[in-house]
């Protein structure tokens, strides 16, 4: 069976509703700190659960019998930044805990997300590489990096089967971000159709790495089914699909609705952003597990408003 832990949040509701459908409802546990929307709660077994309580975690994965944890409960880089403490208490005592419960036996496996924050502005900003200088200027960035160096611990020392990915910014319809930077990707889509026009809190070039979530959850099963030995990298894979800039997006926006208009009013989060790569080299997902994203720029614009207009 599988518990995904912060089910509720941005990733974890979409990736909750792929996995109950390919492996059922009743075999996928939902658990967050709230409650999630009607169609989660609906479509299998739910419990309220706080990830930095141990405890509680092993409870659910010896009661539910859990061989595999999605451990998607954090704290993003922008609201990490008004929270730093908290950021760090809550992304890496869950990690630890996690990683201790699979060491001693209680699950087999794990799947948790790092992200490209833990590059910072002295990392080479284009086509990013698996191995690079990291030094990361936000909490969120630093709890990522200090993750990933844990998760490779677990796995070379302990032979602990934990599988990581670095999510780009990720952009769905179905849920909204919470308090990142990439954010802007998602809010101009609602705003685009809401209002026909966006504020953004980015600069017009500022290029990030993004990919469309149904390519991010696809990826995360994907990386979880694939052999162990094709898993080479045991801190966490370069993952992207696409990357671009506000303006480039609004352009494609525009495509589909004329009217559409956009101000750029840069706030806190520009410097963040200025701190992360621009495009990631994501070669080695692709050699070692035969990763291939399927959404760009324009097939992505297409799918989000046709969903939301
Ligand atoms: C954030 N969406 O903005 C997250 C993600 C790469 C960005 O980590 O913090």
């Given at each position: 069976?599988?518990l ?7 990733i ?6 792929r ?5 059922g ?6 658990s967050d700190?709230r409650?999630g929307?009607?169609e989660l ?13 141990k405890?509680q975690?092993?409870?659910i994965?010896l009661?539910y ?9 954090a704290?993003l ?5 008004k929270?730093?403490?908290?950021a760090?208490s809550?992304?890496?005592?869950s990690l630890?805990?996690?990683l ?12 948790w997300p790092?992200?490209i924050a ?5 990392t080479?900003?284009?086509n990013?590489?698996?191995h690079?200088?990291m ?12 993750g ?6 677990y796995s ?5 089967d934990?599988?990581?990915?670095r ?7 179905k ?5 990142g930077?990439?954010?802007y ?33 696809r ?6 089914r694939?052999p162990l030995k ?10 992207s699909g696409?990357?671009?800039t506000p303006a ?7 495509k ?9 009013n ?5 410097e963040?952003?200025d701190?992360w ?6 070669s ?6 035969n ?6 720029l ?8 046709s969903?939301?207009k």
């Amino acid at each position: 069976k599988v518990l995904v832990i912060g089910a509720c949040g941005q990733i974890g509701t979409e990736l909750t509703m792929r996995l109950r459908e390919i492996y059922g409802g009743e075999q996928v546990v939902a658990s967050d700190i709230r409650e999630g929307n009607e169609e989660l709660m609906s479509s299998g077994p739910f419990e309220t659960l706080d990830a930095m309580n141990k405890s509680q975690i092993e409870d659910i994965c010896l009661h539910y019998e859990i061989n595999e944890v999605y451990l998607m409960a954090a704290m993003l880089s922008a609201t990490g930044e008004k929270f730093p403490k908290k950021a760090w208490s809550l992304n890496m005592d869950s990690l630890m805990h996690v990683l201790d419960i699979a060491k001693e036996g209680k699950v087999d496996k794990v799947f948790w997300p790092s992200s490209i924050a833990v590059f910072g502005p002295t990392t080479p900003r284009e086509n990013t590489g698996q191995h690079t200088v990291m030094e990361p200027t936000t909490v969120y960035g630093i709890s990522k990096q200090t993750g990933e160096r844990w998760c490779e611990y677990y796995s070379n020392k302990y032979g602990v089967d934990v599988r990581s990915i670095r999510y780009p910014g990720l952009i769905s319809w179905k849920t909204l971000p919470g308090g990142g930077t990439t954010d802007y990707a998602v809010d101009i889509f609602h705003k685009a159709v809401a209002e026909g026009s966006y504020d953004c809190f980015l600069k017009e070039d500022t290029a990030l790495p993004m990919m469309y979530m149904e390519d991010a959850v696809r990826a995360t099963i994907e990386i979880m089914r694939a052999p162990l030995k094709e898993i080479k990298e045991r801190s966490s894979y370069n993952l992207s699909g696409m990357s671009f800039t506000p303006a480039a997006i609004a352009e494609e926006i525009k495509k589909h609705i004329p009217e559409f208009t956009i101000e750029y009013n840069p706030d806190f989060r520009q410097e963040i952003a200025d701190s992360w790569p621009s495009s990631i080299d994501d070669s080695a997902a692709r050699e070692d597990w035969n990763w291939k994203h399927e959404y760009d720029l324009d097939n992505m614009v297409t799918e989000m408003l046709s969903h939301l207009k």
